[in-house]
T-cell receptor
């Protein structure tokens, strides 16, 4: 399968714990995006990488959130000291510059903070 | 920032019916895409359509960039078309802004 893959698909954590999500983009894609989606809403942009450089971050990405893409391939999104308001689906997407910037999404990682 | 609106918010159809979904955006865009989110949460890219008209089977889309709207047509709807349809636009930046979606339910 050459699509975008995310892991884990579901995570239940206690408030105050740290969680990390991983995204493996489509192999030839140099752009990688993280979005967050809560129930009944559209996806909201969190951050964007081109290769290993993090080029844009949303105001939604508080100090408790950090994202990396160390070698320009897979990416991780870490949430520290989780809060109940962090409960959402975290979506990763990738695209290749110059191809009309068509983006392809993974299946998402559902986070429930209890 | 750019605002994206979608209408209607909810739509219930009988199988076999046709429908039109609308996306309005508040500023010029250089990229517009339509997505279908299935009941399991997977977002599937339907069309990349910053302007003009495209067709793919029972689905077609038209974007009139000068008037800042896009339409998604679904003909002969099937129960598998159920889900949420999102319009997402790129306003010369790098992050897509999504509309609130249209929730479609196709009844057998």
């Amino acid at each position: 399968d050459t699509g975008v893959s995310q892991d884990p698909r579901h995570k239940i954590t206690k408030r105050g714990q740290n969680v990390t999500f991983r995204c493996d983009p489509i192999s030839e894609h140099n752009r990688l995006y993280w979005y967050r989606q809560t129930l009944g809403q559209g996806p909201e942009f969190l951050t964007y990488f081109q290769n290993e450089a993090q080029l844009e971050k949303s105001r939604l990405l508080s100090d408790r959130f950090s994202a990396e893409r160390p070698k320009g391939s897979f990416s991780t999104l870490e949430i520290q000291r989780t809060e109940q308001g962090d409960s959402a689906m975290y979506l990763c997407a990738s695209s290749q510059a110059g191809s009309g910037n068509t983006i392809y999404f993974g299946e998402g990682s559902w986070l429930t903070v209890v | 920032g750019i605002q994206v609106e979608q209408s209607p918010p909810d739509l219930i159809l009988q199988e076999g019916a046709n429908s039109t979904l609308r996306c309005n955006f508040s500023d010029s865009v250089n990229n517009l895409q339509w997505f279908h989110q299935n009941p399991w949460g997977q977002l599937i890219n339907l069309f990349y359509i910053p302007s003009g008209t495209k067709q793919n089977g029972r689905l077609s889309a038209t974007t009139v960039a000068t008037e800042r709207y896009s339409l998604l047509y679904i003909s002969s709807s099937q129960t598998t078309d159920s889900g949420v349809y999102f319009c997402a636009v790129l306003n010369y930046g790098q992050n897509f802004v999504f509309g609130p979606g249209t929730r479609l339910s196709v009844l057998p």
